[in-house]
């Protein structure tokens, strides 16, 4: 079995499928460096978050209201099998799940969030899922300027992203899989992998490369790969995270449009994400657009208007790398049987957990088996393609730039954005 990719994806299952047959011969196929890309790269949010909401999941062919919020459950519990597993192969990823608070700083913001709450309760969601927090509540959590509520959900524990895959890797080889780095694959065929070095065939071969997926050769269109960056302070004294909070190292965002995401590391680090990068033309990937000064900068500006004490700290640490988006912003994992071909992705960013499930449910898909996993309504979903060049770059871009603008014209009017509203289906609004 052949394996294109050692991220998160490729790594569990190639974990889970050698753990389950300890006689299976697994050979990973990466062309950097295992956890190279996004796996290792990414904000270290470990959460139940999946790309598309649940009204769009039931609306999947073949799916129905109760499938969706079995995925969504499928998702809760994902984050408690990624902290058990990495325990039990003591991989010290320096997890600590402690949940998210997600703040409303403005009108707007407030409304978004008792509309989510609300929306969750008519899905049957309770308190234990999601739950609303007054300005009060939110302030024991963090002290942000201009809150005026949040909300919080339990799902979601923060690690060290390299930590957790360059631990996994060695865990796949201690059971005896064989990744092969610095192994480019060109092109995926019917039970073969082409790579710059030779054909590498097997009965199943695995695609698990999420942005890179635009590299192989005729898959440029399957998914958009979008920049996220990330900035991270020098380990910051008692002090100052007496004046910011994060007591329980709770992961950390707002109800603004345009993404953003922070945690709390286990050196005192905060580290602190956002969107914003362009889509650069032709689906291109390179190692110059993981810096983006102008993003970096915007990333320092808000990170020191949510938190002043911030002003004087250094911020020693910088970063990006592409995430991929499908044209319907819903991750898919599934298995052709008649080509031996199967895959999995398309996580807009929320990969971490969704990684583990997509693993375990390529398990089950490869050995044949009629799970609740392999039940689930992403299974088989196959998205359409994004638009050819150059309207690609002019809708995603678009998108992007719409969120700021979002943001703006909420600040000026205090209700919510129009533009947003407008926008919502090329960015995956729900």
Excluded at 75 to 95: F, G
Excluded at 146 to 153: D, K, P
Excluded at 162 to 173: D, I, N, P
Excluded at 265 to 290: E, Q
Aim: one cysteine or more; aromatic letters at 6%.
């Amino acid at each position: 079995m052949a394996v294109v990719g050692a991220g998160l994806t490729g790594l569990w299952t190639a974990y889970y499928l050698l753990r389950e047959d300890p006689s299976l011969r697994v050979a990973v196929l990466e062309a950097e460096t295992a956890g190279f890309g996004a796996s290792g790269r990414n904000g270290g949010w470990c959460s139940a978050l999946f790309p598309a909401g649940l009204a769009k999941l039931a609306a999947l062919p073949g799916s129905s209201r109760e499938q969706a919020l079995t995925l969504h459950r499928a998702m809760r519990a994902t984050v408690d099998e990624v902290l058990e597993t990495a325990d039990a192969e003591n991989i010290d990823a320096q997890a600590h799940k402690g949940g998210t608070i997600t703040l409303a700083r403005s009108p707007a913001q407030l409304r978004r969030a008792r509309a989510e709450v609300e929306a969750a309760r008519a899905w049957g969601r309770g308190a234990d899922d999601v739950r609303l927090l007054d300005a009060e509540q939110a302030d024991a959590r963090l002290r942000a300027t201009r809150v005026l509520g949040a909300t919080f959900t339990p799902d979601c524990a923060v690690l060290h992203p390299s930590r957790l895959v360059r631990g996994l890797a060695r865990a796949v080889e201690r059971r005896g899989g064989r990744i092969y780095e610095h192994t480019r694959v060109r092109e995926i065929r019917p039970r073969q992998a082409l790579t710059e070095h030779g054909v590498v065939s097997a009965g199943t071969v695995l695609r698990a490369t999420e942005g890179y997926t635009v590299s192989l050769r005729g898959m440029r269109r399957d998914v958009a790969p979008v920049y996220s960056l990330v900035i991270a302070t020098e380990p910051l004294s008692g002090p100052v995270w007496e004046r910011i909070g994060l007591r329980e190292r709770e992961s950390f965002t707002d109800h603004r449009n345009l993404i953003v995401y922070g945690q709390r590391t286990a050196d005192g680090r905060l580290v602190f994400g956002g969107r914003g990068a362009p889509y650069h033309f032709g689906s291109r990937i390179r190692p110059g657009y993981d810096r983006e000064t102008r993003v970096f900068a915007m990333l320092r500006r808000t990170l020191v208007d949510m938190f002043p004490v911030l002003a004087a700290a250094r911020f020693t640490h910088a970063w990006g790398g592409a995430l991929g988006i499908p044209r319907d912003w819903v991750a898919s994992v599934g298995l052709d049987r008649d080509t031996g071909t199967g895959w999995a992705g398309g996580y807009v960013g929320d990969g971490v957990a969704t990684t583990n499930l997509a693993g375990r449910t390529l398990r089950d898909l490869v050995l044949e088996r009629d799970t609740d996993l392999t039940r689930l309504p992403w299974v088989g979903h196959r998205s359409r393609r994004w638009e050819p060049e150059p309207l690609r770059w002019l809708g995603v871009n678009t998108g992007l730039r719409a969120m700021t603008f979002a943001d703006i014209e909420e600040r000026l009017t205090r209700r919510p954005s129009l533009v947003a509203r407008a926008v919502a289906p090329l960015v995956g609004g729900h």
